[in-house]
Structure formats: C-alpha cells, structure tokens
C-alpha cells in the first residue's frame, strides 16, 4: 500500500471493510449516516482526550502519544469517509465542494468576519 492515499481510494477500503463486516454492520445506506456522524464525533472526542491529557511535546515528538494521536484522527477520517459513502457522495463530488470551499475561504477575511466574537489577542 502506498503512502499517500487519495479520496477514492479511502472510500475503497471503507467498501472493502464494510464487505468484510456487513453481517453486522449497518448497510451503506443514507439512513445510517447519522449514526456514522456520532461515531465520527466520538473519535473527534477521543482526539480531544489526548490533546488534553498530552503535553503538545509528546504528541509532536515520535513514541506512542504520537502513534495514539495519529490513530484517532485515522479513526476520525475512516468515519468520515464512512459517512461519505453512506449518503452516496462519490470522491469527485466531495472533491468538487472542497476545492470550491478552498477557494471560497482563499478570499475570505476571516479576522473581519470573526471580530464581533474574537478578542484581538486570539486571532
């Protein structure tokens, strides 16, 4: 397996993954994906633990915070990418929205459009 993963790929694996355990998996189907949403936002709150717990030292430096780190934003993404393919999403639409996200947010001010609720002293 290659290093860098594209889109499409990781929707793959979540395929082959789901085939592996679709007798006891929900199907990959749009009225699961609520329930792939919470799953996401519990990994999301495991990141939040170590980020936490950890000195920012540890989670930047290589050894098992690290390691713990990376794996719960790769269970973050394998949840995401889950979700994707519950609602059908296919990696070119997804890819699409992002890119125009991208360059919607390249021309943004966001200090202009935070400052009614960020302090100076934060942004």
Do not use: Q
């Amino acid at each position: 397996m290659k290093n860098n993963l594209d889109i499409k790929e990781m929707m793959a694996m979540s395929y082959a993954l789901y085939e592996e355990n679709k007798d006891s998996w929900s199907p990959m189907e749009p009225e699961y994906g609520k329930n792939f949403i919470l799953y996401m936002i519990e990994e999301i709150g495991e990141v939040i633990s170590v980020v936490k717990k950890k000195d920012t030292n540890e989670i930047m430096t290589e050894g098992p915070v690290r390691e713990h780190m990376v794996e719960e934003l790769s269970d973050v993404l394998m949840y995401f990418i889950d979700c994707l393919n519950r609602y059908h999403i296919s990696a070119e639409e997804f890819s699409n929205a992002y890119t125009k996200k991208f360059e919607s947010n390249m021309k943004r001010n966001f200090k202009k459009d935070h400052e009614s609720f960020i302090s100076e002293e934060i942004v």
